[in-house]
């Protein structure tokens, strides 16, 4: 899976924007050398400087959307794997700008930014400014586990045009390097996604070249279900993923939520449901996503009392399938759930079931 997020709104990335007229190149000067022979060299090289700065200014100021065909070139970097951010790294590499002072404090700023991190907790809200005249990034860190929410909303406070590069990265397991998951808009709206693999993750903000740009950033995180069982909260999980069972012969694959018998244990997704009545799980439910219930996570609800849903159902999220129970081999324990998820094997349902993510408020 290369992908380590599910988008779990309609969030949309759209590459054929705000079209944005730039008139420069109308007002280019037309210089023409003159009929005398002194110092032609000097004349061309100032025109050959010209031309280089104003090529210079206007790629430092054309937006990735700027006119159908830049989008269409955007579009193919996108393929490539290339961010807005790279896109400007090579703008000025062809500027032979890259190379330059200035280019390659740009170019470092991220990891700058990164040896000084700036660990991001559950909720966090800040309002920040680049100065015009410095080179800067600001990164924030975030460490997720898998099935836990992210929640971020930014917006820029400043009114100019200049570009803000914002994306949401993931530290790549098997070496120093991170991948962009998506890139971020400034547009003020909410955005959320649920994180496919577990690791450390950051936030990079940074203007282009001589910008002022002023923003608001607000994250936070949390779990990506309904908590399965009716008024019961992380605080009732009473046995978590991986403890051992049956003498070491096996592992815990689930969570178990205990409450009282009978309380109503309700579907954490929109799905499909099978039944079951026996084995170790009792009374069980197998509740599937996706086309035909195939594909996607399977979440299991087991020790059921009794159920309210017949087998073959299709089910909302939030309706009730069955109460809670101790059938099955929970038969001298306590009434519970046992809640688990299954997406290419089981997996620990405890980060999804975490209070959903609440953005600060300001
Ligand atoms: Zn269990």
């Known amino acids: ?115 000084q991190p700036l660990r991001v907790g559950d909720q966090y809200h800040t309002s920040e400014a680049f100065a015009d005249d410095q080179v800067e990034a600001h990164v924030y860190h975030m460490a997720l586990e898998r099935g836990q929410k992210l929640t971020w909303q930014l917006y820029r406070l400043d009114t100019s045009d200049s570009r803000l590069y914002a994306s949401l990265e993931r530290h790549e397991s098997d070496g120093e390097g991170w991948s962009t998951v998506t890139e971020l808009n400034a547009d003020g709206a909410t955005r959320s996604r649920v994180a496919s693999l577990s690791g450390d993750y950051r936030i990079v903000l940074q203007p282009e070249l001589f910008a002022r740009v002023e923003y608001s950033l607000a994250i936070a995180n949390g779990g990506s279900l309904p908590f399965p069982v009716e008024a019961a909260s992380q605080r009732d999980i009473g046995s978590s993923f991986g403890a051992l069972r049956d003498g070491g012969a096996r592992e815990h694959h689930g969570v178990d939520i205990f409450a009282k018998r009978g309380t109503p244990v309700r579907a954490v997704i929109n799905g499909h449901v099978r039944t079951g009545t026996g084995g170790i799980g009792g009374n069980h439910v ?22 309210v849903i017949e087998s073959g159902a299709r089910v909302k999220q939030g309706e009730i399938l069955g109460y809670v129970g101790n059938t099955g081999n929970a038969s001298t324990t306590p009434p519970h759930l046992h809640f688990g998820i299954y997406s290419g094997g089981p997996v620990d349902p405890a980060p999804f079931l975490k209070p959903e993510p609440v953005l600060p408020v300001r």
């Open 1 to 115: 899976m290369s992908d380590p997020f599910k988008t779990s709104d309609n969030e949309q990335t759209s590459m054929s924007g705000i079209a944005r007229t730039d008139t420069n190149n109308a007002d280019r000067p037309q210089m023409k050398p003159g009929k005398r022979v002194i110092r032609p060299w000097l004349l061309f090289s100032l025109l050959a400087l010209l031309v280089v700065l104003l090529t210079v200014r206007d790629d430092l100021r054309q937006n990735a959307a700027e006119s159908s065909e830049k989008a269409a070139r955007y579009l193919a970097f996108d393929r490539l794997g290339w961010s807005p951010r790279d896109v400007f790294v090579w703008r000025l590499r062809l500027a032979g700008l890259a190379d330059s002072p200035l280019g390659q404090q740009w170019a470092g700023a991220v990891e700058r930014a990164n040896n």
């Open 286 to 307: 197998w509740l599937s996503g996706g086309m035909l219930g195939l594909g996607g996570a399977r979440y299991y609800y087991a020790h059921l009392d009794s159920f």
